[in-house]
C-alpha cells in the first residue's frame, strides 16, 4: 500500500519550490520506512531543479543528504529496526551484479545507479522523489546507521558532501604525514580540510581570497595560499601528492599542476563539464601527474566514513533553516553566502497546511 506525503517540490525549472504532496511506493521485504528530521541542501539540489543540466522531470522534490528514524521495516529487513537513527545518501539502488557494484563502489554502477530523486525505480519504472519531504522509503542495502555521537542535523551533509571528499582521500591513501592541499572553501572543501586533518595529513587551503583564511584555520589547514599570487604558488612547486578540487565552476587548473609532486594527482570533485582553458600537458609529463575525478562514495564506505566521524566528532558546518526558507537559501548558495552548508528541519515541513 503507497503512502501519502507531503514535500516540496518544483515543477518546472522555472517555478520556486512550494508544498506538494505525492505518494511514496509500496514497502517491499527488504525496504525500511524512514521519517525524515533533516535534509541538507546541496548544489545539485539546486542546478537540477533549476535544469540546469538537462534531464530534469517534473515534479521534483529534491534533496540526497537525508537523516531520519526508522518507523517501519520489510518483513526480511534485518540491518535495521525501528527507533534507529539513519542516513540516506545520493543512491537508493544499483545494478548490484556488475564489477564496480560487486566491488562496493556502487555510485560507478555500469548500468547507472538509480539516485535518490530526479531517478528512475529499477523495478516499478517510477519517478524516485527525495528528502524535502516528511517521509521516504528505501532498500535497506542503501541506508546507513548514523552513530549516536552525532549530532543528526550537522550530520546530514556527511551523506554528500562528506562522502565525495572522503571518498578520494581514502583511495588516494592519504594518512600521516600526507601532504594535501585543497581548492575552494565550501560545502565540500570545508569537509575535505576537516578529513585530511583528522587522517594525519599537512593541510594546505588555495584561495582566491585571503578573507577566508581565518576560517580555514579553524577548520585545520595548516597553511593557506593565494592562488593568484605567483610567488606563493612557486613556494610550493612540487610539494603536494593530492589537490582536492572542489570547485563547481570552470576554472583554470594550470597554475595548480607544477604544486604537485611525482605521481600526484589533483581530483576533480565539484566540476561537472568541460574544463576551460585547456590543460598545458607538459606538467603532467614531466611529472607523471594527472587529472582525474571521484564521484560520491559507495554504501560501505560511507559506513566507514560515518564510524570515523562518530569516533573523531567531525560533523559539517551548518545553518539550519525552515523549508519555507529553502527558495531564497537557493538565491543566498548562489552567491556563496553559508558557511557551509544549509541543513532544513523538516519539523517545518509539517506545519505546512495543504
Known amino acids: 500500500m503507497t503512502i501519502k506525503v507531503l514535500g516540496y ?17 509500496s514497502l517491499r521485504n527488504n525496504d525500511i520506512v524512514i521519517e525524515i528530521l533533516y535534509c541538507g541542501v546541496c548544489h545539485s539540489d539546486l542546478h537540477q531543479a533549476r535544469n540546469d543540466w538537462g534531464g530534469s522531470a ?48 556502487e555510485q560507478y554502477c ?11 525505480d529499477r523495478h516499478d519504472h517510477t519517478v524516485t522523489q527525495g528528502g524535502y519531504s ?27 558532501a562528506g562522502i565525495t571528499t572522503w571518498s578520494p582521500l581514502r583511495h588516494w591513501k592519504v594518512g ?9 572553501l ?26 577566508k583564511s581565518e576560517d580555514a584555520k579553524k577548520l585545520g589547514a ?66 607523471r601527474r594527472s587529472v582525474t575525478g571521484s564521484a560520491i562514495g559507495g554504501i560501505a564506505e560511507t559506513q566507514e566514513m560515518l564510524d570515523f566521524c562518530g569516533k573523531h566528532g567531525i560533523v559539517s558546518d551548518i545553518e539550519e533553516i525552515k523549508i519555507q526558507e529553502i527558495n531564497a537559501a537557493y538565491e543566498r548558495m548562489l552567491k556563496s553566502d553559508v558557511k557551509y552548508r544549509f541543513v532544513i528541519d523538516i519539523a517545518s515541513l509539517r506545519s505546512e497546511a495543504v
Open 58 to 105: 517534473y515534479p521534483m522534490v529534491p534533496g540526497h543528504e537525508i537523516v531520519g528514524k526508522v518507523i517501519g521495516i520489510g518483513p526480511n529487513t534485518t540491518r535495521f529496526k525501528v527507533g534507529d537513527h539513519v542516513g540516506v545518501g545520493c543512491m537508493v539502488d544499483s545494478c548490484r551484479d556488475c564489477q564496480a557494484c560487486k566491488k562496493g563502489l
Open 176 to 184: 600521516k604525514g600526507s601532504k594535501v592541499a585543497v581548492t575552494g
Open 186 to 211: 565550501g560545502g565540500l572543501g570545508h569537509m575535505a580540510i576537516k578529513f585530511a586533518k583528522a587522517l594525519g595529513a599537512e593541510v594546505t587551503l588555495f584561495t582566491r581570497s585571503l578573507g
Open 110 to 120: 555500469e548500468k547507472f545507479p538509480t539516485y535518490t530523486y530526479n531517478g528512475v
Open 222 to 287: 595548516d597553511r593557506i595560499i593565494l592562488s593568484t599570487d605567483r610567488k606563493q604558488m612557486e613556494s610550493v612547486r612540487g610539494e603536494f601528492e593530492l589537490i582536492i578540487d572542489t570547485v563547481p565552476s570552470a576554472h583554470d587548473l594550470n597554475p595548480y599542476l607544477p604544486t604537485l609532486g611525482l605521481d600526484g594527482n589533483l581530483v576533480l570533485v565539484g566540476l561537472l563539464g568541460p574544463i576551460e582553458p585547456f590543460l598545458h600537458t607538459v606538467p603532467l609529463l614531466l611529472g
Open 9 to 25: 517540490a518544483a515543477q518546472s525549472a522555472s517555478q520556486a519550490l512550494a508544498p506538494f504532496q505525492f505518494e511514496r511506493r
Open 134 to 160: 516528511e517521509k521516504i522509503i528505501v532498500s535497506e542495502d542503501f541506508v546507513v546507521k548514523i552513530p549516536d555521537s552525532l549530532d543528526l542535523k550537522a550530520a546530514a551533509p556527511l551523506l554528500c
